[in-house]
């Protein structure tokens, strides 16, 4: 079955940075498109940043010039690089993965597989 595993969150001080990993297994990699989402405490799922099937990128814009989302597809491994990171950044980050319409790509109901999440907590 489709198992999606995150890594590499943990905590750090404003202006920092982490490296997240996700490790994707149970099917065809490159056949689904790929994201990051993040959830705060008392707040709705959002899109951080998306690679389409066709290779399209979209960040949302509280994250562009900060994050940056690449995958190795000979590892099935999906990243997500964020630097200069804020205490609004403070999140439990999932992967996902789906079959995303264009027009959508940072809505997470467009995505079916979710990974369990990895905590990221920026301290001021």
């Known amino acids: 079955q489709v198992q999606l595993v995150e890594s590499g969150g943990g905590s750090v001080q404003s202006g920092g940075s982490l490296r997240l990993s996700c490790a994707a297994s149970?099917?065809?990699?490159?056949?689904?498109?790929m994201g990051w989402f993040r959830q705060a405490p008392g707040k709705e799922r959002e899109g951080v940043a998306t690679i389409a099937i066709d290779g399209n990128i979209r960040y949302a814009d509280s994250v562009k010039g900060r994050f940056t989302i690449s995958q190795d597809n000979a590892k099935n491994t999906l990243y997500l690089q964020m630097n200069s990171l804020k205490p609004e950044d403070t999140a439990m980050y999932y992967c996902a993965a789906g079959l995303a319409r264009w027009w959508l790509p940072l809505h997470p109901n467009e995505y079916k597989y979710w990974g369990q999440g990895t905590q990221v907590t920026v301290s001021s």
């Open positions: 149970g099917y065809t990699y490159s056949s689904y498109s």
